[in-house]
């Protein structure tokens, strides 16, 4: 058995927070506890890492916040570890308290900033995907996806409740930024009439005709990701250009897709990626994420995990199918 | 006892849906069967009254819908209602089906409806005050707030874990149109920093005070009835004008708060107001709405429904109070 | 306007912990803030008012707790309170403390405690119905009441999903212990077959008949109320004894019932019984409960708080009426 | 691109229902609707296999009910079935209907059935794995086990809120007959202090000594599989004998875990079962079963399927670490 050299790690949470982010705290404490590792939790992100904003972090406190959405360690974005000063800055702060490791929870932009700090950094980083929009590569799930999809769909089925007493039409909007997963499966297990995503050039034409078409006796849903050139607003004003005549009706499900209590799946998912963190720093990995891939923990360099993310292919032939 | 001149009774569900509308139904049922009253459910309101949409209603096949958003009757709008020569179709299609007594579930256009009807009818009708809005004269709770509330709420608390996590500043749009019970309500409950309404003019330099003196470390929640007048969008851009800087976050909680599984209250309420309309009919009462004041059945004539409703005083001071 | 002689309050929880409890915590610390009185909030009930065991409690902190079952105070029964010694004992911390008012949130137990305490403290007390059992006299609603029968109908509708899908018999019970107030409450609102509560004599030769000839395509459903002479385990084998072919399956809710976010109806009810509770002792009024009777606050003296609750007449009509 | 020599696929679901099952038909339709197959539902499981009695599905129809929990099919055992004479029975049936393929869906008793119907019949059969139970070989979840886990932790959760709030031990029982995968998923997520499961030895007199030790400002949650020997009474009294001092609560969470909407997870996993069930019949698959193994789609014979399922090793590290 290795003697293990980490005594001391720093964990911090990044970007927007997703649900799962304190089970992955709490599973990163213990995993520390057995093999006694030191824990400071850093808060409000990149900003407390350059400022030394520290806290204590036990896995006993921990233990009951698993089912609590939100980061308990706050989150921010930071101007200022964009620059090189700022993330020298961070250095130091790091060595000057003596942590010899780094746990970094995030989404897209933390990755771009942990490959940019890997340039300087000489202590060892694990990032953590952290982020409901399911857009990072290197793991088939992101830590708050599940939750968020959940969310949305409890939300679409009150919808559907109203939609069919009404025999409406609803455009309704999810969230993801640029990737269109949580609109594929939320809209997929909904049964909605439509999906709309950024990864596709939409055709308004025939969604206009299905529309038209659809029996009077029914609600007929649209479930469509947000996006610059994309969202339930933008739909709707293309589909009322066409046809003025057509009654429609707009949903943003909006930041509440962002919080409440995570599902098990995300809280299990928080466990295993913490658990894995701490042991890959044990085992002397460096500047790589660790995430799950065909249900089996899988490591990935940060340069990797910041490339263009793609819908995978079984998905893609289910949205084609169930388009009718 | 006295002998029970009603052998057929007919039902509608109008305006917007709110839950617990099939817990009225259930027990509207429920109370004819007791009564060896036969019973017919009119679809899509005033549009099904006028054409003879009819279908026969069990209280067995009703029982287990309880637990169950919208309205399985549907609902819609009827100009054809609105004009005189529709309402006489509408008496015309009653007589020849032999109904001899009408209730009716909905909202402030519906009793519009009913008092318009009331000139030429001399079938006895009874209504249900089924909106979600809360705004209806003659009942301190109409069928569908409590839900709203709690929807509008669930979604509140999970705003909050994101806002907590960024300390951020967000303006929560809720329903209730000219009414701001579903804003007190639920901006009380969940701990709102302001709650702005369309009972009272707003002062949104005080807002923006607040706003630029909250405490950093916690979410600055803003809950807002939606109104022609008020929403999310024109407080946020009536903050914005005056201090650019501010950073605010937008939600609006939209249709998800007319749909989903009825609370226990509405449903109860539905059952109560459903029992009361038949038992009414039963005594010859007519032309009445059936209540709820001082959580004691209370009938109130359709004139006097429509009235202008008031948020009553005992929240008025609370809303006064909690203002920081 | 009276001068108020109140400088400093003291709250505590106690007996059982209900949903709301922390609403009307950060109602009695807005109230008291806005008339500038000092809050000290009592650990674990009596106990900690025995042992000085308290803490500083602030507006600002409790804001954001208004959502969260139990109650941060904790809670804990009392042998030692029940002794004069006890109680005496509790009276010399409070003058120690220079506490000049005190608010208790309890059941049944903790008002018998209170009524003892009024006999020898000086200090005026008000009490507030925390209970989920709603079988306090003088308020028609207890709090925690509606979250503890929203929890009980949430899983019914889930049990019926299952129930149907097997058409089986299912004996559910419900919480309450010698009330039957949330058996009748999520028995009418779910559909159920039959509903047997603690004031009423069960005939099971009659509830064996109705489960003989329920229709076989359906579930069936019974809810019961736990108790002494009652609950799911006897009525089970009540039935087995006279027929040993019915197929029954028995669940209990339990303790879920007293736990998760409160509502917004009981949220609602702590504000409202929180703020009545300061506004109360400022009007230098003492040793009373305040209520909600009729939708109106109300204030009970101790002695008629403890005695025996009644299920309302409506109440009993309806279910009268919905016994098949 | 070969001929689709399958015109008529039945289906039919069986044993214990699962939430995601009318998930899995919804797509079963979607997808034999594009493949110009005819789609009969058999009422019942095996019964409604032998007896005939058949319903007609079509994707329209069900594409609503995605979120509904239980089975629209119904489901039996069936004793006659266990007969080789019933089964000849079945399959005469569904020749008589020129049904020419057969998707079922269910657990460990129904893959039973499938093997031994498989020796006399010559229509090409594929299997769903629908049980909460995660206890089948050859896929890594099955259809109603994200479900049944998300119930049980909610429900955990609310008992945490009262636990904390009384500082008590709880021993919580979720389901799963001879699986701990509900009790390991669910007991790790919540942050339980011990977790019990069948398939590993019980240390009591560990635990009473944890119970003894542990922190008395906190809850302590036990959560236990049921089992023959576990169980929550079971382990209530272990402890008990061996000090009866110790004060427990006991909690059944029961079969609220088979019902209720299921979640994303399980609706997503019923459509890719459902899509590739129809898929592997046109393309001449018979006796397998559909699963997710790795999170990619997998197709395991039915002797393979039945054989003793085991706890995955990652998941058994975690256990171990997580036990203080």
């Not at 992955?24 to 900003?47: F, R, V, W």
């Not at 007493?165 to 993801?176: A, D, K, P, T």
């Not at 993310?309 to 084609?320: A, D, R, S, T």
């Amino acid at each position: 058995m290795k003697t293990n050299l980490i005594k001391h790690i720093a964990v911090f949470t990044s970007g927007g927070d997703s649900p799962g982010m304190n089970a992955a705290l709490y599973a990163i404490a213990k995993a520390a506890e057995k093999n006694s590792i030191k824990l400071t939790g850093i808060k409000k992100g990149y900003e407390g890492l350059i400022d030394g904003d520290f806290i204590n972090l036990e896995a006993h406190q921990l233990q009951k916040l698993t089912q609590k959405g939100g980061t308990i360690l706050k989150t921010a974005r930071s101007k200022r570890f964009m620059e090189l000063e700022g993330r020298k800055k961070a250095l130091k702060t790091l060595k000057e308290n003596n942590i010899d490791a780094l746990i970094a929870i995030g989404g897209d932009g933390t990755f771009r900033g942990l490959l940019a700090f890997s340039e300087i950094c000489d202590i060892p980083v694990i990032g953590i995907p952290g982020t409901i929009d399911n857009d990072i590569c290197g793991t088939d799930f992101t830590l708050g996806f599940d939750s968020a999809v959940n969310t949305a769909i409890e939300n679409i089925d009150k919808i559907r409740d109203t939609a069919e007493s009404h025999n409406r039409v609803f455009i309704v909007e999810v969230m993801g930024r640029d990737s269109g997963y949580i609109a594929i499966y939320s809209g997929l297990v909904v049964g909605a009439d439509a999906i709309l995503i950024p990864e596709s050039a939409q055709d308004y034409i025939q969604l206009l005709n299905k529309i038209k078409n659809y029996e009077s006796e029914e609600a007929f849903i649209v479930v469509v990701s947000e996006g610059d050139e994309l969202g339930a607003e933008l739909v709707a004003t293309k589909i009322k250009e066409m046809n003025s005549d057509v009654e429609l009706r707009i949903t943003r499900i909006g930041h509440v897709q962002r919080g409440g209590n995570p599902t098990a799946l995300d809280r299990m998912l928080g466990i295993r990626f913490g658990v894995a963190a701490v042991e890959a720093l044990i085992q002397s990995k460096k500047n790589v994420m660790v995430g799950i891939v065909k249900n089996q923990l899988h490591f990935t360099p940060f340069e990797e995990v910041i490339k263009q993310h793609q819908i995978n292919n079984e998905l893609k032939q289910l949205l084609v199918l169930f388009e009718k």
